[in-house]
């Protein structure tokens, strides 16, 4: 079995930071890709960074310049650094990850960490 364990989220004001982390754990023989989603209630989830195993990363548009998606691949941990929050980055972030296991490779997602900006 395979588990993804987030932990960081919380409340803060607007232009503060936090800091968001999720632990691959399990029969795990390599990780391919990690990301971190987040979905504001009543809108759709959406991709907000992605990290890849070579450490190549993309952003959404929304969140480039405030946002780093780091990792650690002995740790099979990703991170999620965030900074000048915005009211508007209100949500429940979810890691989801690439992960290679003994004959095949799937899709994970995190329970969700609720992340809260006050104006």
């Known amino acids: 079995q395979v588990q993804l364990e987030e932990s960081g989220g919380g409340s803060v004001q607007a232009g503060g930071s936090l800091r968001l982390s999720c632990v691959a754990s399990?029969?795990?023989?390599?990780?391919?890709?990690m990301r971190w989603y987040r979905q504001a209630p009543g809108k759709q989830r959406d991709l907000v960074a992605a990290?890849?195993?070579?450490?190549?990363?993309n952003y959404a548009d929304s969140v480039n310049g405030r946002f780093t998606i780091s990792s650690d691949n002995a740790k099979k941990t990703v991170y999620l650094q965030m900074s000048s929050l915005k009211p508007e980055d209100t949500a429940v972030y979810y890691c989801?990850?690439?992960?290679?296991?003994?004959?095949?490779?799937?899709?994970?997602w995190g329970q969700g960490t609720q992340v809260t900006v006050s104006s």
């Open positions: 989801n990850v690439d992960i290679r296991r003994v004959g095949f490779t799937r899709t994970y």
């Open positions: 399990g029969s795990i023989f390599s990780i391919n890709a």
């Open positions: 990290i890849t195993s070579g450490g190549s990363t």
